[in-house]
């Protein structure tokens, strides 16, 4: 196995990191992955912001529902979709792509552009013995995020990568089985397979979960989905994503 493919698999979310900064070698480095990764049509539809300001920081924190290590890290960089440059480009040639721009496709090449960006980001940084966390909560509160990042219209922050210096290794999380995630050549839609293989995939995590809180928590995956899944949950997002000119069309 080389030493790419343990990074990959050593993969696991960090939430305490040491008070210690990257270097700008590090973080260039980390940016340069970033923007090697794939990308749909050369559009490269995507914006990084690195977040270094501490009061950012702490702003981002609270609005991602008070999470310590949205403050405490190295770098937090927010990853977000934008079709802004696009625009320009357009503007810039005289030409009226706004219709291309406001189109369903247009929206998910963005989307996709940048969690592709962000992986290639994240190999990085764990490749320089770094530890991350994605960040999905800056999209509790978007307008408020973008007024702090003060990002213009067709930009949208997606989720953020906390980055830093590993205060304290986690346990990695057993994985689902991977006959339930790899497919060949079509959906194999046999229920009661799925179905046994997440029962046994439940046990699997609930004794994860048991050992890791010394009895405290010993929930299914199933039943920690489903009790997810019936709490709505941003539901302002599609009126969010239209204001900004991403019209689903």
Known sequence: MNQIIETILNHRSIRKFEDKPLSEEQIEKIIACAQSASTASYIQAYTIIGVTDKGKKEKLAELAGNQA???????????CGDLHRLELAGKMEELDVTASLESTEKFMVALIDAALAAQNAAIAAESMGLGLCYIGGIRNNLSEVQKLLKTPERVIPLFGVAIGYPAKMTDKKPRLPMSNIYHENEYKQNEEQFVAELTEYNDVISSYYESRTKGKRKDRWTEQMANMLQQKSRMYMKEYVQANKFDLK
């Open 69 to 79: 290590y949205v403050a405490e890290n190295s770098i937090f960089l927010v990853f």
